[in-house]
T-cell receptor, first 116, second 113 residues
Framework: AQTVTQSQPEMSVQEAETVTLSCTYD???????LFWYKQPPSRQMILVIR??????QNATENRFSVNFQKAAKSFSLKISDSQLGDTAMYFC?????????????FGKGITLSVRP | DAGVTQSPTHLIKTRGQQVTLRCSPISGHKSVSWYQQVLGQGPQFIFQYYEKEERGRGNFPDRFSARQFPNYSSELNVNALLLGDSALYLC????????????FGQGTRLTVV
């Protein structure tokens, strides 16, 4: 079974600054996907970024980038130039590669507040 | 294009009652997954359906059941409600069971009193 751990319950950052959210996971799988999802007060989960475990290169999407350390089973999200709209809960999630289904295993989440 | 739609948005039920939650996937998506998100926790996988067949089930009691219709919409049923079933129920749609990009609805907030 897979587990995803987010040990920081909440973080706060000044607008325009950079913040890093941490995530660790445990799995015996060699090939898998990792995700960061954002859940604003509207409750809808929105995909922020996705990383394929067999790719060495860290994924980047505009202001969002990850630091994927496969050996350490670590997957952190860096948000640059933080904006007020980034205020939300952020969830780290795991998915097996080529499994029978696309089940996502989520961490407990972290509440990010961006201060004006 | 419409996103994933869930109904109702909020629901209050009494212990012991039964509830049905509904989900319509994005047009062209044939797979629907259900998740339970208890307050302060991450979502937990309940079911995935594809082409009307169950493709995965999480660690939930038999009181939880689901089905998928020919138009790919889905219903989640929960019988004999317990206070602990109070949660946000999220539906996610994807093209097929191995698609890594899931699109979520805004959820149904169920309160059991």
């Amino acid at each position: 079974a897979q587990t995803v751990t987010q040990s920081q319950p909440e973080m706060s950052v000044q607008e325009a600054e950079t913040v890093t959210l941490s995530c660790t996971y445990d799995t015996s799988e060699n090939n898998y996907y990792l995700f960061w999802y954002k859940q604003p007060p509207s409750r809808q989960m929105i995909l922020v970024i996705r990383q394929e475990a067999y790719k060495q290169q860290n994924a980047t999407e505009n202001r969002f980038s990850v630091n994927f350390q496969k050996a350490a089973k670590s997957f952190s999200l860096k948000i640059s130039d933080s904006q007020l709209g980034d205020t939300a809960m952020y969830f780290c999630a795991f998915m097996k590669h080529a499994g029978a289904n696309s089940k996502l295993t989520f961490g407990k989440g972290i509440t990010l507040s961006v201060r004006p | 294009d419409a996103g994933v739609t869930q109904s109702p948005t909020h629901l209050i039920k009494t212990r012991g009652q039964q509830v049905t939650l509904r989900c319509s996937p994005i047009s062209g998506h044939k797979s629907v997954s259900w998740y339970q998100q208890v307050l302060g926790q991450g979502p937990q996988f309940i079911f995935q359906y594809y082409e009307k067949e169950e493709r995965g089930r999480g660690n939930f009691p038999d009181r939880f059941s689901a089905r998928q219709f020919p138009n790919y919409s889905s219903e989640l049923n929960v019988n004999a409600l317990l206070l602990g079933d109070s949660a946000l129920y999220l539906c996610a749609s994807s093209r097929d069971p191995r698609d890594t990009e899931a699109f979520f609805g805004q959820g149904t907030r169920l309160t059991v009193v």
